[in-house]
């Protein structure tokens, strides 16, 4: 069974730094592209950061220079090191596992980020 198991997420003010983490089971981790999505309230899913099976990474052009994925395969995790956080990033951010050429998607659970004075 495929489980994606997000954590760190909370309250911060402006400026603030989170770290979040996944951690990921059930599948060959190191196979797969892994990213992280987020949901504001009203707003659709939309794609924050991916890093490849090879250590690529991807990022959104509003977290460009404040974000930065990472992943330990030997942990089974990836990581979103978010830095001057706004309160445009308040949102729920998902973890996501990627083997596209199977066509194979996997989604976390989420986790809450909310930035507000």
């Known amino acids: 069974q495929v489980q994606l198991a997000e954590s760190g997420g909370g309250s911060v003010q402006p400026g603030g730094s989170l770290r979040l983490s996944c951690s990921v089971s059930?599948?060959?981790?190191?196979?797969?592209?892994m990213g992280w999505y987020r949901q504001a309230p009203g707003k659709q899913r939309e794609l924050v950061a991916t890093i490849s099976s090879g250590g690529g990474t991807n990022y959104a052009d509003s977290v460009k220079g404040r974000f930065t994925i990472s992943r330990d395969n030997a942990k089974n995790t990836v990581y979103l090191q978010m830095n001057s956080l706004k309160p445009e990033d308040t949102a729920v951010y998902y973890c996501?596992?990627?083997?596209?050429?199977?066509?194979?998607?996997?989604w976390g659970q989420g986790t809450q980020v909310t930035v507000s004075s």
């Open positions: 059930g599948i060959i981790f190191g196979l797969y592209t």
């Open positions: 996501n596992a990627a083997r596209a050429s199977l066509n194979l998607y996997y």
